[in-house]
């Protein structure tokens, strides 16, 4: 398991926010990527309801059960944020305490490029790369830890494997 210390968050943060070129890069990436994931799936459930897609129902069932299961695990397993445990800012001020493992972006995010590549297989390629984009970008950021990252990425490639490819 990789363990990052509070000097390494602390390093990534610092020259995040020291590289004004680099700020504005990983702020739009961080803050406005991610819309363009969540923004495409009504759109994507609304192209399966004009179609009459009967794939309609595979795609909101199983990200909403994904989303609600990782919602549990974060409130049963409710591990304190790296800012908590070693007392920094991290690049994009967030004050929530605890909830940190899984992490929720990265499992939304991957669960729904699955529901992308379940319909449309480059959509779903260009949504899982950007996904990935975006989830590393929360240890970066110091929001996260990277096994709770992975986890997200583990927990909905997982079910949206079984889910919209096997069963």
């Known amino acids: 398991m990789i363990k990052i210390k509070r ?4 390093k990534c943060i610092n020259t995040i926010k020291n590289n004004n070129a680099l700020y504005k890069v990983v702020k739009f990436i961080y803050k ?8 495409g799936y009504p759109i994507l459930l609304c192209y399966l309801l004009f179609t009459k897609d009967i794939r309609i129902i595979k795609v909101i069932v199983i990200p909403l059960v994904t989303f609600i299961g990782v919602t549990i695990m974060r409130l049963l397993i409710n591990r304190t944020r790296p800012y908590e445990k070693y007392n920094y800012t991290p690049v994009f001020p ?11 972006h990265a499992a939304s995010a991957f669960i729904l490029s699955y529901a992308f ?9 260009i949504s899982l790369s950007i996904s990935l984009v975006m989830a590393s970008l929360r240890p970066l ?3 996260h830890y990277i096994s709770d990252v992975v986890a997200g990425i583990l927990i909905s490639s997982v079910i949206g494997i079984l889910f919209f490819f096997i069963f």
């Open 141 to 143: 950021c110091g929001v």
């Open 94 to 104: 967030k004050d929530t305490k605890g909830k940190s493992f899984p992490s929720r």
């Open 117 to 125: 590549l379940y319909i449309n297989p480059v959509l779903g390629i």
């Open 7 to 10: 000097e390494q968050f602390l």
């Open 32 to 39: 406005f990527v991610p819309f363009s994931i969540f923004l």
